[in-house]
């Protein structure tokens, strides 16, 4: 089956630095791959959907220049959090769009900010 | 807006017993309904799904069906067992080619 990273898998970070989180779709090229945020004991929200080689799509609310995100491959997108805070504490997973829509997703990264 | 409604949002039953998970949907241009399982801290799998083409789908002792006509699908889950305590949550493929979220259902299952 298809199969997506994420890296790293936790991160503990000091307010007012900065954050990278990797998804990686191993055995299939992902044109198309989506961000949420999960708090806890909510439910996923989606942030942005990133395409390959083009700027992503943010949802509402969420701030693209905050949230950065850069999909330059098609086995690759990668989500920066800048000037993390402690509000930006949360699960962050990543999915990747396979054939028929069918989404396969991250491990999911756990996001600290102290 | 987008939005998947889903119903209960914290549910018991007796090992043995069926649950039931309720969700409506609001874009009628959606197409594609899955239902993930999530164990904390994990990210959510893949239990069954349906097609819009569809009316219902069976997997063994998992079910779901799926009214068009009104926006809902339904999760049924037959013979519970200890090990289906988790948050399901439903989700819609909707028309601007995203995924909508239900709000989940915490399914606890006493032996």
């Known amino acids: 089956g298809a199969v997506v990273s994420q890296h790293p898998s936790w991160v503990i970070c000091k307010s007012g630095t900065s954050v990278k989180i990797e998804c990686r779709s191993l055995?299939?090229?992902?044109?198309?791959m989506f961000w949420y945020r999960q708090f806890p004991k909510q439910s996923l929200m989606l942030m942005a959907t990133s395409n390959e080689g083009s700027k992503a799509t943010y949802e509402q609310g969420v701030e693209k220049d905050k949230f950065l995100i850069n999909h330059a491959s098609l086995t690759l997108s990668t989500l920066t959090v800048t000037s993390a805070h402690p509000e930006d504490s949360s699960f962050y997973i990543c999915?990747?769009?396979?054939?028929?829509?069918?989404?396969?997703f991250g491990p999911g990264t756990r996001l600290t900010v102290l | 807006g987008e939005n998947v409604e889903q119903h209960p949002s914290t549910l018991s039953v007796q090992e043995g017993d069926s649950a039931v998970i309720k969700c409506t949907y609001s874009?009628?241009?959606?197409?594609?309904f899955p239902w993930y399982k999530q164990e904390l801290g994990k990210r959510p799998q893949l239990i069954i799904d349906?097609?819009?083409?569809?009316g219902e789908k069976k997997d063994q002792r998992i079910a779901v069906t799926l009214n068009k006509t009104a926006k809902h699908f339904s999760l049924h889950i037959t013979e519970t067992q200890p090990e289906d305590s988790a948050v399901y949550f439903c989700a819609a493929f909707s028309g601007t080619y995203k995924y909508i979220f239900g709000t989940g259902t915490r399914l606890k299952v006493l032996a």
């Open positions: 874009d009628s241009a959606s197409n594609y």
């Open positions: 349906i097609r819009s083409n569809v």
């Open positions: 055995d299939f090229q992902a044109t198309t």
């Open positions: 999915s990747a769009i396979l054939i028929r829509n069918e989404q396969f």
